[in-house]
Structure formats: C-alpha cells, structure tokens
C-alpha cells in the first residue's frame, strides 16, 4: 500500500467515525435515519468526493486528449441528491403538524461532512460534527431553562368526545384556566349525532407530564373519552 492509497483509507476512516457520532445521535431518539445510515451517506460522500478530486489529475494525463475536469463536479451533485434522500424522511401527520425536518438537515449534514473530509478538511469536519451535536442537543436544553416561554413549552394534541354539545365552550374555558395555551381548535360531529369531537393543538410547560395533563382533562365535566398524543 503506497502513500495515497493510506491516504485515501484514513479519510474514508476518519468519516466513518464523524458519521458514527451522527448517527449515534439519531439513534439514541430513536429516529427513522439512525447509525446505518449516517454511515453509508457520510462514508460515500466521502468517497464520490475523493473520486471526483483525483479523476480530476488522472485523466488529464493522457496527452493524447485534452481533457479538462472540475475536481469536486460528484461532489456538487451530492448536495442537491442527497435532498431526496432526506425528503423521505419528513413526515406530515393528520394534525397538520410537521416532523422529521430535523432528521432531515441531519442527512444534509452527514453528507457535508463526508465531503468535507473526502476534499481533505479534516479540521472542519471535525469542528461541524461537534457544533452539529451542540446545536441540536446542548442549546435546546439551555432555551428550555432560560429561553422565552414559547420555547419551554411543548405541543400536545387533545381529543375528547362531548356528550352535549353546549358543554364545549365550558370544556374548553376551563382548560384555558389551567394554563393550557389553545392552538387550534377542531369540532366535529360523529356519526351518531348526539356526540361531539373536540381537537385541541395545545402548549403546556415542558415539565408538565402527560399523565398529569390527561388526569386534568378527563375529570372536566361533560368529558366522556380523552385522548392525547405527544407532539
């Protein structure tokens, strides 16, 4: 093995391990882009990257024909390809509500970070994974204590099913009273048509539980059934 085969091995090492901790990260939130596939992306990236930058100085060497390259023309075409791959991943629920965006940026982020290394940034790589993990671990922890109140809230959607139907306006008064911030609000009649479905998109306080919440909510009277999910 010469110089620029090892060469070419630890980058595509070195990319390996950035994409690991990426991966990691996803992993641990039990996220649909986990391990796997931070390192299949990160260490191809790498590659098409280091493919693209030494095709560039090989082929020229036949003086027979002129041949003029863009040492990172793959590369470029990675940034906008790897935008399929990570609009997989973005989901829109029947609540209107939008997720896997993070997810996403992280796909985009593991493919920058490969080609980064692959073009021989290996400082730079190394910085971006690290201010990567910060952004979206360490800063949402801190806006959660000192950031404004929007930011230490979290989404939660309701859904009760009301007997009468004048009871709604009571319901949803007296969920306002209990510091519950009111969204969005949805009513439909069901089949039957003496019961009403009351949805509600709510914020509450990030240390209220979930089961607190549905205690709360299921003891308002003209509530029959309750159901709450987690936004």
Known sequence: MDW???HILVKLVISAVLGLIIGLERELKRKPVGLKTSLVISIVSCLLTIVSSESAYVFPANHDVNITMDPLRLAAQIVSGIGFLGAGVILRRGNDSISGLTTA???WGAAGIGIAVGAGFYVEA???VVLL?????????IFLVIGPKKLREKEVLLKMTIKNKEQIQEVIDIIQKDKITIDNIH????K???THLLELNVSVDFRRRITHLYYSVSEIPGVENVEIESL
Do not use: Q, Y
């Open 4 to 6: 620029m085969d090892f």
């Open 187 to 190: 009513i439909k009649d069901l």
């Open 126 to 128: 190394i910085a971006g």
């Open 105 to 107: 940026a992280i796909i």
């Open 192 to 194: 039957d048509g003496n």
């Open 133 to 141: 993990i910060i952004s979206v671990e360490i800063i949402p922890l």
